[in-house]
């Protein structure tokens, strides 16, 4: 089961504007680090027999290496992002084009939606977070394009401003989160869907431990993420902890870094 990922290296990065909690403009951030930090990501993955593909960065976009935001992608259909705030706009036609140059079909999104960042896939639905940056029409839109059932629950803590900051999946059929990132409601919602979660303490969720990626075997994680890592041992996954403390400094994680190509 060998996946494949698009992954766009930070050769512009910076924290210049801040649009998230964890970005301190003032503080700034270091390329050189982030990129050799990003490189270990990709080695990662590729260590592990997935695919890496990468687009371009461009000049000017130095979120553009949180690939997960450009667009969300199942059964080979794209349903493209429209970024919340401007200074991540272009963004959105630069990752549909890339996928436009390639054949998929694409869809232009109408409502304003931050790609896999708040799309999470699952094998028989979508989970969809809102309350931030995902405008909830977006869930619909998503819902009628991919033609999947999209379940969507709300964000309330704004240092956990995407779904893929507070939950991620295990193996497509449970997941992992920390409920105070989310609404009362939609943590029963969750308590519901997911009686085998695991869950995680605010000690890993701070550390973006939440943003990891599974391939239902291995999970690739932020190294700070001690407890949840121990229980993902114990729960049987192979645990890959990668060091990506610079692009935190943007909000970011592993995950972030990483929009899944589901052909
Ligand atoms: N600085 C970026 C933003 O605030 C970070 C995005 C992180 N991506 C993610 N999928 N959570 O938009």
């Known amino acids: ?37 990003w490189e270990g990501l990709k080695a990662a993955y ?31 259909r794209v349903y493209g992002a429209r970024f919340a705030f401007p200074q991540r706009g272009p963004e959105g036609p630069a990752y549909l084009r890339w996928f436009e140059e390639r054949g998929y079909q694409v ?11 708040d799309f999470l896939t699952l094998d028989e639905f979508v989970l969809a977070g809102t309350g931030f940056r995902t405008d909830v029409r977006a869930h619909q839109e998503a819902q009628e394009f991919l033609g999947r059932p999209v379940i969507s629950l709300s964000l309330v803590d704004p240092r956990f401003y995407h779904l893929d900051t507070a939950l991620f999946s ?6 992992a989160y920390y ?15 997911f009686p085998e979660a695991v869950l995680a303490t605010a000690a890993d969720a701070e550390v973006l431990g939440l943003n990891a990626v599974s391939d239902g075997e291995h999970i690739v994680i932020n190294s700070e993420a001690g407890e949840l890592q121990l229980e993902l041992k114990r729960r049987g996954y192979e645990v890959i902890p990668v060091e990506l403390a ?5 909000g970011g994680g592993p995950k972030c870094c990483t929009l899944e190509i589901r052909a």
């Open 170 to 175: 295990l193996d497509g059929r449970n997941v």
């Open 1 to 37: 089961m060998p996946k494949h990922f698009l992954m766009c290296r930070p050769e512009h990065f910076t924290v210049e504007y801040a649009i998230n909690p964890w970005m301190d403009p003032e503080a700034g951030a270091d390329r050189e680090v982030a990129v050799r930090q």
């Open 107 to 117: 869809k232009n999104p109408e409502h304003v939606n931050e790609g896999e960042g």
């Open 246 to 250: 610079e692009l935190r400094k943007a």
């Open 179 to 193: 409920p105070g990132a989310f609404s009362e409601g939609s943590q029963e919602v969750l308590k519901r869907l």
């Open 46 to 76: 590729e260590t592990l027999g997935h695919q890496v593909s990468l687009i371009d960065p461009v000049e000017g976009l130095p979120d553009m290496v949180f690939a997960a935001n450009g667009a969300t992608v199942v059964g080979g």
